[in-house]
């Protein structure tokens, strides 16, 4: 079987990139699978991903890596070689909410979402027996009602410890209801997904889904964001929405807001791990 690779860049638009970049495939033995690319007139960046397969009589890897770097250099890309058959290693977050949890437990499960789940982290004990069912280790670092700030810390040090001893990839905030600090936000910049409901910023507080019923919302939805130190505002990955009407009361306002929280944040995560998502600036590209 022939290795395969995602390979994702992005640079100043200019004349030739697609041409020099394929070229560069087709001179190292590469057969490109699948390739999508935008250029932004706004930010006058150009994104593009390629799929490709190293067939036989190409270039070993490590040639492969050294002249992908030497051409990202040489074009001012900043590019970067993925082996797409790796399965990245994702550390998952909780408080009290399960149902994106246990929406991306059986997705990996399945088969559904590629990724590797080596830790699950809460500030409760609630779904340590579900993180057990999995065969996945769960770690309980909890936060007390009136904990200081530096306690807040200190259990933030050990998130960044754990993240470090398990080599993780991506950290998704599966309804993890915790205000990160600015550090720990830097810390994890570009590897940390949040998902929400959208009716941030107009219901805020603990029961958005009733302050959504009392206003006659006609619409509810979700979205999925990269966590940033500005809280619910990091760049939007994907966004979701379903109809609803006067006849609906909270709850069922509630539980159609939790499907579309579990679909938006899996969609989010199978991209990501993909590498189909690339920033640009406060904005993604997604290449679906």
Not at 5 to 19: A, E, F, M, N, P
Not at 48 to 55: G, N
Not at 83 to 92: E, G, I, S
Request: charge should be negative; aromatic fraction near 8%.
């Amino acid at each position: 079987m022939h290795p395969e690779y995602i390979l994702t860049l992005s640079c100043l638009d200019q004349r030739g990139i697609v041409h020099r970049v394929s070229g560069f495939l087709a001179e190292h033995g590469c057969n490109i699978l699948d390739s999508a690319q935008f250029g932004d007139q706004e930010s006058q960046l150009f994104f593009m991903r390629v799929h490709f397969a190293l067939e036989d009589g190409g270039v070993d890897d490590g040639a492969l890596r050294a002249d992908f770097a030497a051409l990202s250099q040489d074009m001012q890309l900043n590019g970067q070689l993925y082996d797409a058959r790796y399965k990245p290693r994702v550390m998952l977050m909780v408080s009290k909410i399960g149902h994106c949890l246990n929406d991306l437990l059986f997705r990996y499960k399945s088969g559904l979402l590629p990724v590797t789940i080596p830790i699950i982290i809460s500030n409760h004990m609630d779904f340590y027996q579900l993180a057990a069912s999995y065969n996945i280790p769960f770690q309980h670092l909890p936060l007390p009602d009136g904990a200081t700030e530096t306690t807040k810390l200190a259990q933030e040090a050990r998130i960044l410890e754990l993240m470090d001893i398990h080599g993780i990839d991506l950290v998704v905030l599966a309804r993890y209801m915790q205000i990160l600090s600015p550090a720990l936000c830097t810390a994890m910049r570009g590897k940390a997904i949040n998902i929400h409901h959208s009716f941030l910023p107009s219901f805020k507080g603990a029961k958005p889904y009733a302050q959504a019923h009392q206003r006659g919302v006609k619409l509810i939805g979700a979205t999925a964001h990269f966590v940033t130190a500005n809280l619910d505002e990091g760049p939007i990955i994907e966004q979701d929405v379903e109809r609803v009407d006067h006849a609906m009361d909270a709850d069922t306002l509630s539980a159609i807001g939790r499907d579309a929280e579990c679909v938006v944040l899996a969609r989010a995560v199978k991209w990501f791990v993909e590498h189909r998502i690339l920033q640009n600036g406060d904005k993604t590209v997604v290449f679906k």
